[in-house]
C-alpha cells in the first residue's frame, strides 16, 4: 500500500457517487461523499496497514468522527434544503460538475496524507507515549466541538 493507491482509492469513491449524481442531476451526493470518502480512505488505511500504535489508530479514528459527524451534518442538511444553489450553473454539465468532484477526490487524498503517513510509520509510532498524544487529541475534541457548535 502507498499514497498512490489511496489516491486511486479517493479517485474511485468519488467517480463512483459522481456517476450518480450526473445522471440524477443532483448535487444530494456531493458533501456525503466528501465525508464518505475520508471514512473509507482511513478504513482502507486500517484495514490494509493494520496499524497498531496509539498515535496512528487514534488518528485514523479522529478522522472517522469528524467526517461522521460533518457527514451527518451536510447530509441533514442537503435533506432540508433539497438543492445546494453552489452547482446551478454545474449541474448540467458533466465537465464542470465531474471538475468539482475531481476537486474533492484530490482534496480528501491530500488531506488524508498527514494520517496516512502516521499509518504508514507505524513502527516508528509505536514508542510514543499516549501522554504525548494527548494535545493532539484535546485539541481534536476542541476543534470538532467549535465546529459542532458553529453549524448548530
Same mark, same amino acid.
Given at each position: 500500500m502507498n499514497i498512490w493507491y489511496l489516491l486511486l482509492a479517493s479517485l474511485a469513491i468519488n467517480a463512483v457517487f459522481f456517476v450518480f449524481a450526473a445522471v440524477l442531476r443532483t448535487d444530494a451526493f456531493t458533501d456525503i461523499t466528501y465525508s464518505l470518502s475520508f471514512v473509507l480512505l482511513s478504513a482502507i488505511l486500517y484495514i490494509t496497514l493494520r496499524p497498531?500504535? %496509539?498515535?496512528?489508530?487514534? $488518528? @485514523?479514528?479522529?478522522?472517522?468522527? +469528524? &467526517?461522521? =459527524? @460533518?457527514?451527518?451534518?451536510?447530509?441533514?442538511?442537503?435533506?432540508?434544503?433539497?438543492? #445546494?444553489?453552489?452547482? #446551478?450553473?454545474?449541474? #448540467?454539465?458533466? %465537465?464542470?460538475?465531474? $471538475?468539482? +468532484?475531481?476537486?474533492? /477526490?484530490? $482534496? &480528501? +487524498?491530500?488531506?488524508?496524507?498527514?494520517?496516512?503517513?502516521? &499509518?504508514? /510509520? #507505524?513502527? =516508528?509510532?509505536?514508542?510514543?507515549s499516549p501522554l504525548a498524544f494527548a494535545p493532539f487529541v484535546l485539541a481534536f475534541l476542541g476543534g470538532l466541538t467549535l465546529e459542532t457548535a458553529a453549524d448548530a
Amino acid at each position: 500500500m502507498n499514497i498512490w493507491y489511496l489516491l486511486l482509492a479517493s479517485l474511485a469513491i468519488n467517480a463512483v457517487f459522481f456517476v450518480f449524481a450526473a445522471v440524477l442531476r443532483t448535487d444530494a451526493f456531493t458533501d456525503i461523499t466528501y465525508s464518505l470518502s475520508f471514512v473509507l480512505l482511513s478504513a482502507i488505511l486500517y484495514i490494509t496497514l493494520r496499524p497498531r500504535s %496509539i498515535v496512528a489508530v487514534t $488518528s @485514523l479514528i479522529m478522522v472517522i468522527l +469528524w &467526517a461522521v =459527524r @460533518l457527514g451527518t451534518y451536510l447530509f441533514s442538511r442537503i435533506m432540508e434544503i433539497k438543492v #445546494d444553489h453552489r452547482f #446551478d450553473d454545474k449541474r #448540467d454539465s458533466v %465537465i464542470a460538475f465531474g $471538475s468539482f +468532484w475531481l476537486l474533492q /477526490a484530490l $482534496s &480528501a +487524498w491530500i488531506i488524508m496524507l498527514p494520517v496516512a503517513f502516521m &499509518a504508514f /510509520a #507505524d513502527g =516508528r509510532l509505536a514508542g510514543v507515549s499516549p501522554l504525548a498524544f494527548a494535545p493532539f487529541v484535546l485539541a481534536f475534541l476542541g476543534g470538532l466541538t467549535l465546529e459542532t457548535a458553529a453549524d448548530a
